[in-house]
């Protein structure tokens, strides 16, 4: 299942964050040789102190990690300004609170192999797109900024997902790293499905199901508990 | 009726015109229909007093409640607002007891029966809070949001920056505009439209979109007519 986990859940899925900086290290530290910060196992940066939402791909139990993506609003601080400053001096430097940069996209194929043997490994990365696409269409958020090694612009493909190239650097890993813009739209959301197969894997607000309803229902002020509220939409 | 993109302008407007954070919150909640409003700017370094800067249309007896009853350790809105990245419907709070019970005495006070916040971060991470509440209920409040949520996340970051001023007497620039901003900017202003633009400069039509969104949120205009007259103006482009 793939659902987002902002701050206010990051201590309920502790152990799975916990997975995710560890795989983060695995794949761009010890894998694709990038230059970033690493202590011990796992692989954090300044931007994971913002408070940023990460998408993640689990278990249906929310105790094995599958794949992760972090993201953050081009309004604050953003990765892509900092790291693309010296090759493309502004040109991915957007601003605006519908336009996100989603970093440090991941899958774990061991784990993958394991638990979902019916996926297959090319597969796994579209599958954190579509998500990802849904993700964003659920949020209100109408561009998003990434970064990825060449080879990705395949699984982008595959995925259908439409991606423009914007800016490429040297020097942060052993090949160049490209930064691209991935529309989000209905239309370009459908058209992965169409592509893929694959429909409605994010989840609303999963991070916060819970087996019991909550007590008393979910919503007090003036009006009825709607349909909907934060635990229905989990099951 | 007062058509979508016109509520943003004259929002837009508002903000421009106005210095008092807390008149723009009584302006905005009337130009959009709504309950209340509040503007919550999270603790600064800067600020030594440690002084809470919250504004809000609330009624007094509210906010001498909530000051008395400590709610601020309880109010799920400002407990996860600082901590959440995304703009949320107050729907999808996690409502414990203790809040259930804040949420049962609000709702004595007339704050609203339904809420949405947009938390705001910017280039030197500071983060703010806007909230904003209606007396809609559900099906009208989906749809009201639906027309108005990106309104209120363009109007939390522009109320942010007149905070800053209020507070600090100055803030940080905005990020220049880059090469593909001006050249977007500069084709509209030769009258072409996203499509003919994209076709000019080999993107998508949904990427010149992207970039012209930049361009007007960076020079903070409400329209695209706007940010180009005065981008010509700072003489970024050419008339």
Known sequence: MFFLVQATDYNKHRTLLDQMFRLRKRVFFDELGWDVPVDGDVERDGYDDLKPAYLLWTDEDQTTLYGSLRLLPTTGPTLLNDVFRSTYPTDIDLCHPVIWEGTRMCVDTDEIAHGLPDVAPQDAMAMMLVALGECALEHGIHTLVSNYEPHMKRIYNRAGAPLIEIGKADGYGRRPVCCGLFEVSRTTIDGMRDKTGMAQLYVKNSARRSRQPVKGGAWMIGSPAPAGTAWTNAI | MVNKRDLLEAAYGIVDSTDDVQSILDQI????????????????????????????????????????????NVDPVAREGFLRMLPFDWRDLEIDETAMEMMMDAAQYDIGANGYSVPVIDRSARRSLFSVTSQLTDTAWDEFLAAHAGDFQEIAHRIHRKALADLHGDIDPMPPLGPREIECLMWTARGKDYAAIAEILGLSGHTVRGYLKSARFKLECATLAQAVAKAVSLKIISG
């Open chain 2, 29 to 72: 909640r009337d130009l959009y229909g709504l309950h209340h409003c509040v503007f919550h700017l999270g603790q600064t370094k800067v600020d030594a007093l440690d002084r809470p800067y919250v504004k809000t249309t609330y009624p007094d007896t509210w906010i001498s409640r909530y000051l008395l009853k400590g709610y601020v």
